[in-house]
């Protein structure tokens, strides 16, 4: 069973989405909360599988939130899954840097909120990471391309031609298949490469590899 937090400072919207989470297989609510700071006690005390968050809120809002639970070691298995527009395409990146494993609208269709939490409790980003590198193509800075960056000194030379890989958008199987290994070694690596990094999950790998110059924004 999925544990979910709901944190939205508007009272229809947590009991929409609340209604739909109870309703959804295999999911539970197991609290919610009207502001960041609201959201981070709960998180600390009840623990979720996955936090639906708004970014927008009075207080602490939804990054600072994202934040503080994601740097937080006791909540490592909890993921952040935003709700918010895609308009704000610069919060939305703020948010992926705080912590978040993805993004949602708002106005998403019932099945695809449910969808999201399942995959992002299952530790994938909720976008696939070329979707995500549509906003980093026009808010991250990346170094100069070329020798490995200091950040990134302590991986080996095979997890930064894996971490490139992600960062370019492919997926587990499609970097197994370009460097002719297992499925279950990618996903090793790619495990490794966030521990090492400090990885939430892997939209964080994606910034990575962008803010490290391991990929470039297209026409760069």
């Not at 950040?151 to 997926?171: K, N, P, Q, W």
């Not at 499609?174 to 996903?187: C, D, F, G, N, Q």
């Not at 490469?193 to 924004?217: C, F, S, W």
């Amino acid at each position: 069973m999925i544990s979910v937090l709901i944190v939205d400072d508007q009272t229809l919207i947590r009991s929409a989405v609340a209604d739909l989470v109870t309703h959804a297989d295999g999911l539970h609510v197991v609290g919610e909360a009207g502001d960041g700071r609201r959201a981070v006690e709960l998180a600390r005390r009840l623990r979720p599988d996955v936090v639906l968050m708004d970014i927008r809120m009075p207080g602490m809002d939804g990054i600072d939130a994202t934040r503080a639970i994601c740097d937080d070691p006791a909540l490592a298995d909890v993921h952040v899954l935003v709700l918010t527009t895609f308009e704000e395409d610069a919060v939305i990146v703020g948010a992926l840097r705080a912590g978040a494993s993805g993004f949602l609208g708002k106005g998403s269709e019932p099945d695809a909120i449910i969808a999201a939490v399942r995959a992002v409790h299952g530790g994938e980003a909720l976008l696939s990471p070329a979707a995500t590198r549509a906003l980093i193509d026009r808010y991250v800075r990346p170094t100069a391309a070329g020798t490995v960056p200091r950040a990134l000194e302590h991986l080996t030379e095979r997890e930064v031609e894996i971490l490139t890989l992600v960062g370019s958008g492919l997926s587990n199987a499609e970097i197994a298949e370009r460097l002719v290994i297992s499925p279950h070694t990618a996903k090793t690596h790619v495990n490794r490469i966030m521990t090492k990094l400090h990885a939430h999950d892997r939209a964080q790998l994606v910034i990575a590899a962008y803010e490290n110059g391991l990929v470039r924004p297209q026409g760069a």
